[in-house]
């Protein structure tokens, strides 16, 4: 089965820096484009950045541009979001996404992130 | 990047047929067939049950359904059960490897 388990959310103050990881096991984690979708608290969904099979595409949505950075480690099945400069609007909780036909196909169960003073 | 529209509530009665739409532009879902739909139960991830317009994944009841006529998207779930009462939210490819959600529905079964 397809398990995808982030870590590494927590409370950080305005201006700070957070690094989220996504552990994959279950499928060919090199094979596969993987994104990550963030949902504040009582909000819909966001997707924020995406990178390719070989981490040699990446895309951020435009909120997040210059201030995230997405990478991967395929020998360790894991992705990564390195997050910089957080403001208060970036409170979400932040999940794993592995992408499929066109779709986010298989979702890990999500991480918090709160960004207060 | 603007998100897609979405009707924030909708409701049925069991047995029912409640239909929620998806509205976007030329740029997205009027450009791609590649609109994806996701149920998501209070506390838990969303979970994939519409891609590709209207292909199912294993393991979704055929009670779900989903189509496109220009750039409104819309997702059918015929027969009402108590277990679709959840938030459902639309998401289409923007091009550039971008993608964009809908800001969801709450489905209400009465």
């Known amino acids: 089965d397809v398990q995808l388990v982030e870590s590494g959310g927590g409370l950080v103050q305005p201006g700070g820096s957070l690094r989220l990881s996504c552990a994959a096991s279950?499928?060919?984690?090199?094979?596969?484009?993987m994104t990550w979708v963030r949902q504040a608290p009582g909000k819909g969904l966001q997707w924020v950045a995406n990178?390719?099979?070989?981490?040699?595409?990446?895309n951020y949505v435009d909120s997040v541009k210059g201030r995230f950075t997405i990478s991967r480690d395929n020998a360790m099945n894991s992705l990564y979001v390195q997050m910089s400069s957080l403001r208060v609007e970036d409170t979400a909780v932040y999940y794993c996404?592995?992408?499929?036909?066109?779709?986010?196909?298989?979702w890990g169960q999500g991480t918090l992130v709160t960004v207060s003073s | 990047q603007s998100a897609l529209t979405q009707p924030p509530s909708a409701s049925g009665s069991p047995g029912q047929s409640v239909a929620i739409s998806c509205t976007g532009t030329?740029?997205?879902?009027?450009?791609?067939?590649?609109v994806s739909w996701y149920q998501q139960h209070p506390g838990r991830a969303p979970k994939l049950i519409i891609y590709?317009?209207?292909q199912r994944p294993s393991g979704v009841p055929d009670r779900f359904s989903g189509s496109k006529s220009g750039n409104t998207a819309s997702l059918t779930v015929s027969g009402l059960q108590a277990e679709d009462e959840a938030d459902y939210y639309c998401?289409?490819?923007?091009?550039?490897?971008?993608?964009?959600f809908g800001g969801g529905t709450k489905l209400t079964v009465l």
């Open positions: 990178i390719k099979e070989d981490g040699g595409v990446k």
């Open positions: 998401s289409s490819y923007a091009g550039i490897n971008k993608w964009v």
């Open positions: 996404v592995k992408e499929g036909k066109w779709s986010f196909e298989q």
């Open positions: 590709g317009v209207n």
């Open positions: 279950g499928f060919n984690f090199s094979s596969s484009w």
């Open positions: 030329s740029s997205d879902v009027g450009a791609y067939n590649y």
